[in-house]
């Protein structure tokens, strides 16, 4: 299964948009709510789904935190 379907069947419902973007050069960038969660340029390694799936918990965790 792809990274983008894994996503899809366990947080379609918080997802009102998902964008793949083609680029050059090796790029592979997994940005969430505008914060760059992984960058293959960067790391020198595709991303792991455990990893995303993570940042994404803990992104929509954060926006879901009660203010205090």
Not at 7 to 13: G, P, V
Not at 19 to 36: C, H, K, N, Q
Not at 39 to 51: D, F, R
């Amino acid at each position: 299964m792809s990274l983008t379907q894994a996503l899809l069947n366990d947080y379609k419902s918080y997802i009102s948009d998902l964008r793949l973007v083609p680029a050059t050069g090796g790029r592979f960038e997994v940005t969430i709510a505008g914060d760059l969660v992984h960058s293959k340029a960067a790391s020198g390694k595709l991303p792991v789904e455990a990893e995303i799936k993570r940042a994404f918990k803990e992104r929509l965790d954060a926006l879901q935190a009660p203010s205090r």
